[in-house]
Nanobody, 115 residues
Framework: QVQLVESGGGLVQPGGSLKLSCATSRFIFTTATMTWYRQAPGKQRELVAAVTSGGTTNYADSVKGRFTISRDNAKNTVYLQMNSLTPEDTAIYYC?????????WGQGTQATVSS
C-alpha cells in the first residue's frame, strides 16, 4: 500500500508561516508530479501548487508570491513553504503523487490561520 505521510500543519497567526512536508517511497517519488491541494470548510478541493519530476512548478493565483513548493529527491519529500498566511488559507492540505498509471493521496494536514 502506497503511503504519503504529511506533516507540518498547525495553528499560526495571520502573517505567519508554516512549512508542510509530504514523504513517500522512492519508487513513486522519482517519476511523480507532486501536488498540494487544499479544502476549506464548505468549499471544493483546489490545487495549491505542483512540481513535476523535472522540477517545473505551478501555483494557484491566490498563493503566488507567498507559497513555494520544492522537492528533495534524496529524501523523497515534497515541501510547501507558506508565508504571509491569511485566514483564507485555513484548510486541510492534501498531498498528491501522480504517476502515469496511478494517483495517490495523503491523509491531509490541517493548517489554521487565526489570531
Amino acid at each position: 500500500q502506497v503511503q504519503l505521510v504529511e506533516s507540518g500543519g498547525g495553528l499560526v497567526q495571520p502573517g505567519g508561516s508554516l512549512k508542510l512536508s509530504c514523504a513517500t517511497s522512492r519508487f513513486i517519488f522519482t517519476t511523480a508530479t507532486m501536488t498540494w491541494y487544499r479544502q476549506a470548510p464548505g468549499k471544493q478541493r483546489e490545487l495549491v501548487a505542483a512540481v513535476t519530476s523535472g522540477g517545473t512548478t505551478n501555483y494557484a493565483d491566490s498563493v503566488k508570491g507567498r507559497f513555494t513548493i520544492s522537492r528533495d529527491n534524496a529524501k523523497n519529500t515534497v515541501y510547501l513553504q507558506m508565508n504571509s498566511l491569511t485566514p483564507e488559507d485555513t484548510a486541510i492540505y492534501y498531498c498528491n503523487a501522480r504517476t502515469v498509471r496511478n494517483s495517490y493521496w495523503g491523509q491531509g494536514t490541517q493548517a489554521t490561520v487565526s489570531s
